[in-house]
């Protein structure tokens, strides 16, 4: 695997970071991936997942977001997208994929977003879906209650302590519960997977787990709220497929309900190619679980089947193969 990172500049100046991992420069590219990573984390995490990917013919982008990673410049800013900051978010997804196209012409790009950043995606499925062959979700949920009693208090909090302050009360509303399941919990954070290692890994990186602030909630929480209205969600293309999955453990799924309910929604608007996948005992961190190299090989998969013209390349690949031996 070929691995570099270079600065993309978002549309109004803001630079930020992105990886990019290509394979053996003798393996052909079938498609590229473009990833979008979840709240409080970086895209340096999956560097494991594109290894597996590029090793089947994939290149693979991610970008820290705004407030996150090596996109934030000084550390104590981790947390803080800015003003209106999942607009940008969406807009530096956008224009990262437009780059990844540049660089790979005429092979298909997926677009796959975990937990935050499948909700991003979601957005981008009725917002900016033109350039994407098909979409990816992990870690992700549907429609739910109480985002409007989030977003008046995230306003609140805004209105008293200013959009820059980060918001242990919002976080704590947010994550609170999620470590209720699993006992013994050993940390804070044992909801993400069964993996301790994973877990320590993630605890120990200055990069994860920083609080966000009262601004970022406030439009994290009017995200959620637009992805699944009606009107939006009927603007999805129905001939574009759509991967899910998911531990059957995980918090922000609902223990798998939340999951289904998005599948069947997706089913009810026609979207002619939906799959899912739920773990079984599996919590948020799928890539990072125990049966991880499992995962993986079920993504790789459901790309392979859904990249034009993968079955001949293989074919090609067996024919080459022989040619070698004789």
């Not at 999956?46 to 982008?61: I, K, N, R």
Request: charged share 25%; proline share 4%; glycine share 10%.
């Amino acid at each position: 695997m070929q691995e570099s990172t270079f600065a993309l500049v978002g549309n109004e100046g803001t630079r930020i970071h992105v990886y990019r991992w290509l394979p053996d420069p003798e393996c052909h590219i079938r498609g590229v991936v473009q990833i979008a990573h979840g709240m409080a984390e970086t895209a340096a995490r999956y560097a494991e997942f594109a290894e597996c990917l590029t090793s089947h013919g994939y290149a693979v982008y991610a970008n820290d977001h705004r407030g996150h990673g090596k996109s934030v410049e000084n550390p104590k800013l981790l947390g803080n997208a800015g003003a209106d900051g999942f607009r940008w978010m969406a807009s530096d997804m956008i224009n990262l994929g437009e780059l990844a196209s540049k660089e790979h012409p005429e092979i298909p790009l997926f677009l796959m977003g975990h937990s935050m950043g499948s909700f991003l995606v979601q957005h981008l499925m009725y917002a900016g879906h033109e350039r994407y062959h098909a979409f990816i979700l992990s870690g992700t949920n549907g429609k739910r209650g109480l985002l409007r009693f989030g977003e008046k208090l995230a306003l609140m909090q805004c209105g008293i302590q200013g959009a820059a302050h980060p918001s242990m009360l919002l976080n704590a509303i947010v994550f609170g519960g999620f470590n209720r399941s699993f006992r013994p919990a050993n940390t804070p954070f044992d909801w993400l997977s069964r993996d301790a290692d994973e877990v320590k890994r993630f605890i120990d990186d200055p990069l994860c787990g920083a609080i966000c602030t009262a601004g970022f909630f406030r439009d994290f929480f009017k995200l959620l709220l637009e992805i699944h209205t009606p009107e939006n969600m009927k603007r999805i293309p129905k001939d574009k497929a759509v991967y899910l999955f998911s531990g059957e453990m995980d918090p922000v799924g609902l223990n798998g309900k939340g999951v289904y309910n998005l599948v069947s929604q997706y089913r009810q608007l026609q979207i002619q190619d939906v799959e899912y996948r739920l773990y079984p005992e599996g919590r948020h961190e799928m890539l990072h679980e125990t049966n991880r190299e499992e995962v993986c090989l079920h993504v790789v998969n459901w790309l392979e089947r859904h990249t034009p013209g993968s079955e001949q390349d293989r074919t090609n690949d067996i024919r080459d193969t022989l040619a070698d031996t004789v």
